[in-house]
């Protein structure tokens, strides 16, 4: 992630000390003396030059900045960069307001505001490390005690106190749900916790990476296996071939292939045949774990009761092939197999192998699972991550639209830079429909998020039917969960 921090003074000299190692940092500011000092905090990028100059923030890296903070002690300066910054669709707006009395001139430009004082780089750094809920130095500087949020990719989440034990820092205590808990060696930390940790302040940036960092988990949570039918000649090259890639480029630890049984098959020519599939299949396992499964009857009509059976966390089909009314059946049955396993659902079009994945930007449960699953996805294949977020038309949408949209995309930038995954993001106003369906073509893999619960057929059936006929991509369905 890239800042792009508007002066050098004292509050931004101690943001840019605060900062994780994710963020590379540029600095601008009219003292050359003032940036020097600023180069002996922490490895950074100078600019000399005002930062109320659109001219000179663009030299400095504006158009390809992921945040900009305006800290300098003039609050001219500051609202100007604020505005530059905005006109140039930055997501992320801080400023530091030197005048209290001119706060609200900040809020009116939409931009989260604090007051210079004493604790003001703290306010900064808190929101723009969202997984660091608070932090406070005492012993004359010499200890610190941060609140951290444990996410779903956290690589503590699960893990006992015993197991992630530290000479150097304590975990004094744990907030579950609104319970308070004093932890012990054998207590679990689970999503959702937030945890205080104390430690001596020259370890910081190893506390913070301890419990901020994340890891790749899809399809984990939902189960080991990626399973998918393979019943004719065509699946080889089609279905399976995705499958196999998502085994390849997942956390999945083998494959479950369910195909006829030929042995029950009355007709010695068809039996025959499927037992080639079947041949075929297993040696395009080039180093993917599988395991055949056979059935009687169709593979497509017993695939949901896999779950129940093993663990499986992603079930591929493939893509709903027919038009109108056909297409949309086909679709719904696709999504009443989500419905009825709570698992994810690929619909395959061999659109691997995947290089850039679109995601809706949202701040919903749903736009959080799939911003999930599309992450790890990226991490995995290395593709580039497309986030979009659509904004109701004016006359529909409330005052707070372009608020909540701004918010999205930055809580899915901040969860994307955790692996290291650039998010190329994208704010537009329109029909959420017409808008994906625009930039679908772009990509490779269209991730989305459904209720697994809440089953409500028709609308789903327009939805589903309208991906299957007019995306040309793979369509990666993830079900909304409740964690751990």
Known sequence: MRALIVGAGGIARDLVRRLGERW????????????????????????????SSRVVLIRAGLESTDALIAA???????????????????????????????????????????????????????QME?????????????????????????????????????????????????????PHGETSLMTGDRVTVVGAGTDFSDIVRTFTSGQGRFPLDFGKRVAVCVEKPSDVS?????????????????????????GSISDPEQSRATAEVLVEAIKSADGVQIR??????????????????????????????????????????ALRLLHRTGKPILLARGSQPYRRILVPARTTAGGRAAARAAIDMAVYTKAKLQALAVEDPVFMSGPDASTEARNAVTWLEDDAAVHEVRVESEIVRGNPVREFLSRAGDCDLLVLALDSKAWRPWPRLVITGMLARLTEVSVLLVPVRDPD
């Open 72 to 126: 300098v002690g003039d609050d001219d300066t500051n609202l100007e960069a604020c505005r530059l910054a905005a006109a140039a669709s930055i997501s992320r707006i801080i400023a530091v307001c030197a005048d209290s009395e001119r706060e609200g001139e900040y809020r009116r430009l939409g931009v989260p505001v604090v007051i210079s004082d004493t604790l003001s780089a703290r306010r900064v750094e808190q």
């Open 292 to 333: 055949p499964q056979p059935v009687k009857g169709r593979p497509a009509g017993r695939l949901h009761l896999l779950p129940r059976e093993e663990s499986v966390g992603l079930l591929v089909v493939p893509t709903p092939a027919g038009k109108g009314t056909i297409g949309w059946w086909q679709g719904r049955k």
């Open 238 to 262: 089609g279905v399976l071939a995705e499958a196999m890639y998502i085994a390849r480029n997942s956390k999945a630890t083998s494959m479950v292939i369910l195909h006829r049984d030929p």
């Open 24 to 51: 590379k940092i540029t600095v601008v500011d009219v003292s050359a003396e003032l940036l020097e000092r600023m180069e002996t905090v922490r490895p950074v990028s100078i600019f000399l030059g005002d930062g």
């Open 130 to 182: 969202s997984r660091r809920l608070r932090s406070m130095s005492f012993a004359e500087g010499k200890a610190e005690a941060m609140e951290f949020l444990v996410a779903e990719d956290s690589p503590v989440r699960g893990k006992t106190l015993a197991e992630i034990h530290s000479h150097t820092w304590i975990l004094g205590a744990l907030l579950r749900k609104g319970e308070l808990i004093i």
